[in-house]
């Protein structure tokens, strides 16, 4: 993946897609993201889609797709709203009073599993579930403070602290639940979306013998959810995470491959493997000692982030890395590391 002529894309049956920050941004589809998918569907290879956004029931999510030009079917989806309701449909009996806080979605997924949403503590709910919902207020937070602490279960579709936007990082369901938490001085029983593997793992299971890539902007939801679902991972930084965050990145949140966007996929000269297999990869040396470390030579930005990743994730020096050439400025500020 060095310009080598070998295709990320051509290692994998199925390729599972986070959807905000990688196919759309709130309303809008990602540059280059409908033409890969629809590459993907040219060459026959199976696609899914994978969401922590519980405002969104998996049909909506295709039409919402569909409509972006994205051709996709409501059985390709997976929602965190979707496998929460189905988790809660399998522990509780017919018909048990649920609490829940978020979206008309997540109440119409409980609804599909044959349980009684309702608003209130005074409803005797046995299960409070919490997802994204634009509306969610701090009376919906009381209400399920009063239910779990009555008793009820507390099940989370996903704690993903913010989620993406055109003016940048905003809330999400994270930071809900983390309100609540304080309030309780608990977690949630349990959290079912991403970095939970179930959603992958789910995905996966219909690719049968093949292999499976996913591809996400977030590496505390999508690329964690993906190793602890023994998945291979593409971060896209088209999203959340950035270059800091991924060189400050523990080994559990580490890619498999990275790219500027969907083009990675089947563009050589714009992916790459991290880390590289030493401080040396495509032009670029990485050096370390007592004032820091240090970019020189020339090449690819990308090479040089696969160096950087390779010294970074063994030797965690300070600081952001000085550049010893004209052209490792000029990749250093393409990687947003500069001052």
């Known amino acids: 993946m060095s310009g080598d002529g070998e295709r990320l894309v051509d290692g994998y049956t199925l390729v599972v897609f986070d959807l905000d920050g990688v196919i759309y941004l709130i309303d809008r589809p990602i540059p280059g993201a409908v033409e890969a998918v ?13 969401t922590n956004n519980a405002s969104r029931r998996p049909a909506d999510v295709a039409d919402l797709l569909t409509g972006m030009g994205v051709p996709a079917r409501p059985e390709e989806v997976l929602t965190s709203a979707a496998a929460a309701a189905q988790l809660l449909g399998e522990r509780l009996p017919a018909g048990a009073p649920v609490l829940v806080v978020g979206a008309e979605a997540l109440r ?15 409803d005797a709910p046995v299960a409070v579930i919490q997802g994204y919902g634009p509306q969610v207020g701090w009376t919906d937070l009381a209400e399920a403070a009063v239910a779990v602490r009555g008793g009820a279960a507390w099940i989370a579709t996903n704690t993903d602290r913010t989620l993406p936007s055109g003016r940048g990082p905003l809330p999400g369901n994270g930071s809900l639940v983390a309100a609540l938490a304080t309030a309780l001085n608990r977690q949630p029983d349990e959290v079912v979306g991403k970095p939970s593997p179930e959603l992958f793992a789910t ?12 591809v996400g902007d977030r590496l505390d ?5 993906a190793n602890r679902a023994g998945l291979d991972s593409l971060l896209v930084l088209t999203g959340v995470s950035d270059v800091p965050e991924l060189l400050a990145a ?13 083009a990675g996929l089947f563009e050589p000269t714009a992916v790459v493997r991290v880390p590289a297999a030493g401080a040396e990869h495509g032009g670029w040396r990485v050096t370390t000692g007592p004032d820091g470390w240090e970019l020189t030579g020339s090449g690819r930005p990308l090479d040089a982030l696969a160096a950087l990743c390779a010294v970074a994730w063994e030797r965690r020096p300070d600081g952001v890395p000085r550049a010893g050439s004209p052209e ?12």
């Open 38 to 50: 629809a590459r993907l569907h040219g060459e026959g290879r199976a696609v899914a889609y994978a």
């Open 221 to 225: 939801t999508d690329i964690e959810g």
């Open 203 to 214: 995905a996966a299971r219909r690719a049968g013998e093949g292999r499976s890539l996913v």
């Open 108 to 122: 119409a997924e409980i609804r599909e599993v044959g349980l009684t949403p309702v608003s209130g503590a005074d």
């Open 250 to 262: 523990p080994p559990d949140r580490r890619p498999t491959a990275v790219a500027w966007d969907l």
């Open 328 to 339: 490792a400025a000029t990749a250093l500020e393409a990687l947003g590391l500069t001052g």
